[in-house]
């Protein structure tokens, strides 16, 4: 009886260093996941509020694929964040000028781009 219960006890304390393990490794792997976003983010160019030009766009943590702004919670599709980095970075390439975001008047999901040191015009959508 007695041994009975100390392996039963053993199998218990198993169970729980497990669950124990399971946990911390699903911890780091968040904190991995948040890292990365971290570094993701740090290698992209801020992108300004185009609406309230008060903070950078960054990821939403309730929706997947959206970018909100923290100041006014305007929010951009992640493409739309990705092709005013693509064109952020191609343009600081070739032109000293800064581009000025703005949201389009008939569709505020759209953001226009502009600078005017190269007459550059550009919507995204
Ligand atoms: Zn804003
Ligand atoms: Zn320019």
Same mark, same amino acid.
């Given at each position: 009886?007695? *041994? #009975? ?10 169970? =729980?260093? *497990? #669950?124990?393990?399971? #946990?911390?490794?699903?911890? =780091? #792997? *968040? ?15 801020? !992108? ?35 092709? !005013? ?13 800064? !581009?000025?975001?703005? !949201? ?22």
């Amino acid at each position: 009886m007695i *041994e #009975e219960h100390i392996t039963s006890t053993d199998d218990f304390s198993d169970i =729980l260093f *497990e #669950e124990y393990q399971q #946990e911390q490794q699903q911890q =780091l #792997e *968040e904190s991995i996941a948040q890292y990365e976003t971290l570094q993701a983010l740090a290698s992209k160019p801020l !992108v300004i509020c185009a609406k309230c030009h008060q903070s950078p766009y960054a990821p939403s943590p309730l929706h997947p694929g959206i970018y909100q702004c923290a100041s006014c919670q305007h929010q951009i599709q992640s493409k739309t964040f990705d092709a !005013v980095c693509y064109t952020l970075e191609r343009h600081a390439a070739d032109c000293p000028g800064s !581009v000025g975001l703005g !949201v389009d008047a008939s569709d505020p999901s759209y953001l226009l781009g502009m600078c005017p040191t190269c007459d550059l015009w550009e919507l995204f959508y």
